[in-house]
């Protein structure tokens, strides 16, 4: 099911349209999927739906925890709202999915976390393992939807089920080019549950917004992520995170350079320390040289429509020992959705080559989203 798409004016997300989903929730015991990005103007959803009244039972946290503050990939414990005393339970590590006892008495599911719209951001999975378990205890998910500000291209490998984890699940390409609510729509339409099961789905649309439209975040979508220009270049700079490479984490411009201590070219340099968000950086506390993105023409680099695989070509170059650059390559696999990449990134092959070897698979992908996209 899917409401009424506004248009022409200020791009406004769905948490903000009450008066289309507060009737839903009405008189229903409700569980949340939110973390620190679910605002509605300048109040927390939560905060929002109990001025309303609504019966909100226990808060579900994905990656990086309900305040968006912890490392990631870091553990986080189960614990309760200091505000409200509701439970919170982390969806993160070996507890990815609600359990049937966590969905106890529990009518309907609401999921509100901003995405950036590339597949190894681990939203997406616990987006996935809400309508999973959804499906399997009948109860009905509702996805407030929010802009995708990567929403505005295609483009990368598409995922192997061989590569299929937590930091990728369905084959899609690295960038996909879809709100958090159409992603659910594929999800649902594609089967992509266990066992082709498909959740009772509601998406309730954002208005006045477009796949071209620029959209500034209000907030951090995660701790490495401070700003529009971290967010535009992480499809980019995220797969040196399987590399002997630093992105940056640990510095006061994750995701905006890259470089390691024995990286060739000495002209900038940076040393990562320990930082919230980033307590054990790659390379905490040593001198390294790279490339500092940080002053890049945003429009340019926007207009582009395309990840820039001439980062990765660069560090691989100025690397000296080109053995080790993939670490084990496992990670690497897995955030590329396929080991070709690496094997390309190893021959020499040319940014036109590899880009090729993606154009049918692509071609494909772009089928299959049109039939879940609610905007132009």
Known sequence: MVWSVLSAGKIIPAAERAEVYLPLLKDKKVALVVNHSSLVGKSHLLDHLLKHHIKVQIIFAPEHGFRGKADAGAHIKNSKDRQTGLPIIS?????????????????????????????????????????????????????????????????????????????????????????????????????????????????????????????????????????????????????FEGT??????????????????????????????????????????????????????????????????????????NTPDKKGFFLNGKFFDKLAGTDQLRKQIRSGASEKMIRKSWEKDLERFRKIRKKYLLYP
């Not at 084959?171 to 066992?195: C, D, F, Q, S």
Request: net charge positive.
């Open 91 to 239: 969806l993160y590590g070996k507890h990815k999915k609600p359990t049937k006892a966590d969905l106890k008495g529990i009518d309907l599911i609401l999921y509100d976390i901003q995405d950036v719209g590339v597949r190894f951001y681990t939203y997406l999975s616990t987006l996935h393992y809400i309508m999973e378990a959804g499906a399997e205890q009948h109860i009905p998910v509702i996805v407030l939807d929010r802009p995708n500000p990567n929403g505005h291209y295609i483009d990368g490998p598409i995922l192997h089920k061989k590569y299929r984890s937590f930091v990728g699940l369905h084959p899609v390409p690295v960038v996909y080019g879809m709100t958090i609510g159409e992603y659910a729509k594929m999800i649902n339409g594609e089967r992509w549950l266990k066992g082709g099961k498909r959740a009772k789905l509601t998406v309730i649309p954002l208005a006045n917004y477009t796949h071209q439209s620029v959209y500034s975040l209000l907030v951090k979508p995660s701790p490495n992520l401070p700003n529009d220009r971290a967010v535009l270049l992480y499809p980019s700079l995220a797969f």
């Open 244 to 317: 002997v490479i630093s992105a940056g984490r640990g510095t006061k411009k994750p995701f905006q350079l890259y470089g390691a201590p024995r990286y060739q070219v000495k002209k900038f340099a940076f040393v990562p320390k320990s930082r919230l968000g980033a307590q054990y950086p790659k390379f905490k506390g040593k001198r390294c040289y790279g490339v500092d993105l940080s002053k890049i023409e945003m429009k340019k680099e926007r207009a582009k429509q395309q990840l820039n695989l001439g980062y990765l070509k660069d560090a691989y170059a």
